[in-house]
């Protein structure tokens, strides 16, 4: 009897659905797969470089050096992980000037990057908001948005973000969007560098959205995944953040390294909330170590120690922006050789708005058909929904890849 009940438990599994792929490894299954030599993955997820290589940062070599060289022991963190990493990714968010006014009052928790920032934040709100609150994100975002939500206990609502014809950001439809929401919602906005689509908003945009998010009384919580891929520099690509805090917004910031500093293997990021208080810093402090020891019990130290080197280092700070600067110079080169190359080939299609984009992802508008031959014909790897990272290309590659887009496109709408 005893055995028959184990090998039922096990049945258990044979009525369970087979889990849908993350679109990217998806790719990167298909593109390791793929034998031929001139073989492009445009659906990386991280910077590369001009050799199509995966980027260790010289900042980060100095600041491993430095880490090495101290001899440290391997011990758990604090649940909320290492306060000097916190305190230098709040100060590179919120600006040394909100910083130095206002440190007291933001509670903070170093988090597994960007993803374990909206994890939390959402687990976070999820226990205090009130049941009916929504959390509203744009269409199209990243994924993980409305997933995680979903998991957390939240009900999303879309926004609109972009128009597919324009292929730039509908700010008519996104102000209507939010607009017509309910008072009180949580608002997802992508800080910069907006994933898939690559449009940002302008800063006027920002400005009627501060407006219209104190109006309606919603919360926003700002996802910072690439903090400096848009314009190569720190403070510009916080302008959301900036403009809406030194108004006195209650915002919620998530952060990222893994792009930034290139440690997408070490998990780092950190969560930050403005509270109205010291007192209220603390009670949140308090439930967010509550959620995170329930969730990952503390954080790795490693990637800790590394960001907070290259914070807080004055030299090595200096040669991280200037790394930094340097990526997103690369990116936005490839997006005007990209739209050069299609152009000189006679490419009956306007890819301008390519160049007017920023980050690492666009949304091409190619349809299933074309990015079948690209990859089947040409062996170009992209998502399924015509995304493209910009950072797979380079200039060994460009060309090709302008020679494939071009022929595959060249007499249809796209
Ligand atoms: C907008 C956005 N948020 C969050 C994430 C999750 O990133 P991380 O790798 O930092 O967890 C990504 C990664 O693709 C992203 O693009």
Known sequence: MHCLKVIRNFSLWSSVPLGSLDPMSGIVAQFNADNCPQKVNLGVNTYRDNNGNPVVLESVIKAMQIIREKNLDNEYPPIEGLQSFIDAAIKLGYGDKYYEKNSKNIAGCQVLSGTGAIRLGFELLNKFVPPETKVLVPIPTQTLHPTIAKMAGLQSQEYRYFDPTTRQVDFQGLFQDLYTAPNGSIVLFHACSHNPTGCDLELHQWEQLLDLTKKKDLLPFFDMTYQGFTSGDMDKDAYAIRLFTEAGMPIILGQSFDQN??????????????CSNEKEREIVNSQLNLIARSLWSCPPVHGARIAETVLNNPKIYQLWLKEVRLM???????????????????????????????????????????????????????????????????????????????????????
């Open 328 to 414: 997103a110079q690369r990116i936005q080169n490839m997006r005007y050789s990209f739209t050069k190359a299609l152009k000189e080939l006679g490419s009956p299609h306007d890819w301008s708005y390519l160049s007017k984009q920023f980050g690492l992802y666009s949304l091409t508008g190619i349809g299933q058909l074309q990015i079948n031959e690209l990859m089947e014909k040409y062996h170009i790897y992209l998502l399924e929904n015509g995304g493209i990272s910009i950072a797979g290309l380079n200039d060994n590659n460009i060309k090709y890849v302008a020679m494939a887009f071009h022929e595959v496109t060249k007499n249809t709408q796209i």
């Open 261 to 274: 500093m290139g440690l997408s293997g070490q998990r780092i990021g950190c969560l930050s909330l403005v």
